[in-house]
Structures are given as C-alpha cells and as structure tokens.
C-alpha cells in the first residue's frame, strides 16, 4: 500500500459522529483515525465491551457511507494514565486491561483497520525510567499477541509524560518487545526539542504516523506558524520503506493550549501540505 492520509475522529469532541465524519471526507481525506479514549469519544469504551462486533458494524455503516475507511483505532482505556496502562500495577488493571484489549482488537477486525494503537504508560513515584519500561514491555507483551492472532499491529504511542519520551527510550521498549511498532506523533517529541533525523532512527518500527503544526514547546498551532519539519519527516519515512497512513490529528483540549486552533481549517491545510510533500517525494 501507499502512503495514504487520513484524519482523527477526536478532532471535534463536540460535533456528532456523522459531522465529523463528512467534514472528514470533505476536507479530503480518505481514512478516519477512530479514538477510544475511555468514554470521551464519538466510539465510548463502554461500548464496545458491550458488544464489540455490534458497535463495529454500526460505524462500518456510517464510515462507508462517507466513503472512508479505518485507518486506525487509538484505544486509551483510563483518561487516568496511571492506570489501565502497561505500566500500572494497581490490583486487578493488568488483567482488566488485557480484556479491554480484547474487545477492542475484535472491534478494530470488525472494521478492517490496520492496527491499535495505545499509550505505553508512566514512571511511577519511586520508580526508574528503566524499571517502567520493563514494565511497559511485559505489559505490552500479551496485547501484542492478542492483536497477531487477528492480524493486527500493535504500537505505542511515544508522548510527553510517558515511559519513552525520547526516541532512544523508545527504542528501549522496542528491543524489549518483539513485535511491537510505533505510532509516531513528532509533535511530542519536537516538544521536548527532538529534532526530525533523531525521530526517523525509529523508522522502521514506525506502523502509524500522527502530525500536526508544532515545535520546541508547543503541542499544537497553526500550520503557518509550524516549526517541525513535515518535507523531511515524511521523506525520510518514504526512503525507509514506510506505508501506511499520514493521519492529520489536531486535538481540542485546553491542555496546552490545544483549544486554540481551527481545527477544520488546520486539518484542511495540513491535509494539502502533505499531498503535495508526496506528490513532491513520488517524482
């Protein structure tokens, strides 16, 4: 497959599903990233471990009529991040988690998508970086195997007050983890001062890719405004055989100041610059 893009469903928490999904295909994309944050998204947890084929074939029908298809599904089980995590061990999470895990991965199979992609979890009080990403990994063991029996990939999400803030980090888990891939937001790492050549060492464990406008200390702004360096990011990715999915994905969250962007109109001329990064990359 070729480097395709798509757009996240959790870009307007307000608007209804439907909305959102024909602002997507508007804007022209062509795939959605589908969020599954606990019960804070248009696809609610609950939901889905109600009845995980049920749930799927119902935003089957409302993808398809818009003419797109699942990108991704981006489970965060607890909007606590100390829990229901890789890392956690709070009596019973672990256990909880896996079934969670489960129904999602029947639910992302239901709806075609790639893979799942989910959080790595935190450093504890009292705990060594080096001690959580043990943990990451023996809790991220089992998922990923829970996800081959499917067919689909697993992969963490590198993040700001996460296990594996930095690209060596991350490359930590992923010797520790067999198996396991990387969704790549650069705008967790750019915030942090990672420059792009450092982010594409993780190349070819890279399944997913999230982007949006950012830099040394800012999550998210305008695209004019942008100082992460989209032309060679992508193009380095392109030369190392990536081929999955470009998914714009602003979020609205006043964390950050997340809550001060267009979000339509970001995703629109983001979706542009990277049809014309590819066009570029592809002569």
């Given at each position: 497959?070729?480097?395709?893009?798509?757009?996240?469903?959790?870009?307007?928490?307000?608007?209804?599903?439907?909305?959102?999904?024909?602002?997507?295909?508007?804007?022209?994309?062509?795939?959605?990233?589908?969020?599954?944050?606990?019960?804070?998204?248009?696809?609610?947890?609950?939901?889905?471990?109600?009845?995980?084929?049920?749930?799927?074939?119902?935003?089957?029908?409302?993808?398809?009529?818009?003419?797109?298809?699942?990108?991704?599904?981006?489970?965060?089980?607890?909007?606590?991040?100390?829990?229901?995590?890789?890392?956690?061990?709070?009596?019973?999470?672990?256990?909880?988690?896996?079934?969670?895990?489960?129904?999602?991965?029947?639910?992302?199979?239901?709806?075609?998508?790639?893979?799942?992609?989910?959080?790595?979890?935190?450093?504890?009080?009292?705990?060594?970086?080096?001690?959580?990403?043990?943990?990451?990994?023996?809790?991220?063991?089992?998922?990923?195997?829970?996800?081959?029996?499917?067919?689909?990939?697993?992969?963490?999400?590198?993040?700001v007050g996460s296990c594996i803030?930095?690209?060596?980090?991350?490359?930590?888990?992923?010797?520790?983890?067999?198996?396991?891939?990387?969704?790549?937001?650069?705008?967790?790492?750019?915030?942090?001062?990672?420059?792009?050549?450092?982010?594409?060492?993780?190349?070819?464990?890279?399944?997913?890719?999230?982007?949006?406008?950012?830099?040394?200390?800012?999550?998210?702004?305008?695209?004019?405004?942008?100082?992460?360096?989209?032309?060679?990011?992508?193009?380095?990715?392109?030369?190392?055989?990536?081929?999955?999915?470009?998914?714009?994905?602003?979020?609205?969250?006043?964390?950050?100041?997340?809550?001060?962007?267009?979000?339509?109109?970001?995703?629109?001329?983001?979706?542009?610059?990277?049809?014309?990064?590819?066009?570029?990359?592809?002569?």
């Amino acid at each position: 497959m070729s480097i395709q893009l798509s757009c996240n469903d959790y870009a307007w928490p307000t608007l209804s599903h439907t909305v959102v999904m024909a602002i997507i295909a508007d804007l022209g994309f062509g795939a959605i990233d589908v969020g599954l944050f606990a019960d804070a998204t248009h696809v609610t947890l609950a939901s889905v471990r109600e009845n995980p084929q049920r749930r799927a074939e119902s935003l089957c029908r409302s993808v398809e009529q818009h003419g797109l298809v699942v990108a991704d599904v981006f489970l965060t089980a607890s909007l606590d991040l100390t829990r229901l995590t890789p890392t956690s061990r709070n009596a019973g999470d672990q256990a909880e988690l896996q079934e969670i895990f489960a129904a999602t991965v029947e639910f992302a199979s239901a709806t075609n998508a790639p893979g799942i992609t989910l959080l790595p979890g935190v450093v504890s009080d009292n705990q060594s970086q080096h001690m959580a990403i043990a943990l990451a990994a023996a809790g991220l063991a089992p998922l990923v195997g829970l996800g081959a029996e499917r067919g689909l990939a697993v992969s963490v999400e590198p993040h700001v007050g996460s296990c594996i803030e930095t690209p060596e980090a991350t490359r930590d888990l992923l010797d520790l983890c067999p198996g396991l891939t990387v969704t790549l937001d650069p705008g967790h790492f750019a915030f942090l001062g990672t420059d792009v050549a450092s982010m594409l060492t993780l190349a070819d464990r890279v399944r997913h890719v999230q982007l949006r406008p950012g830099g040394h200390g800012v999550m998210q702004t305008r695209l004019p405004e942008n100082r992460i360096d989209f032309r060679s990011l992508v193009t380095g990715l392109v030369e190392s055989g990536y081929s999955g999915y470009l998914a714009s994905e602003f979020v609205w969250m006043e964390k950050w100041g997340c809550d001060m962007t267009d979000n339509v109109a970001e995703s629109g001329r983001l979706g542009q610059l990277l049809r014309e990064i590819l066009s570029e990359v592809d002569r």
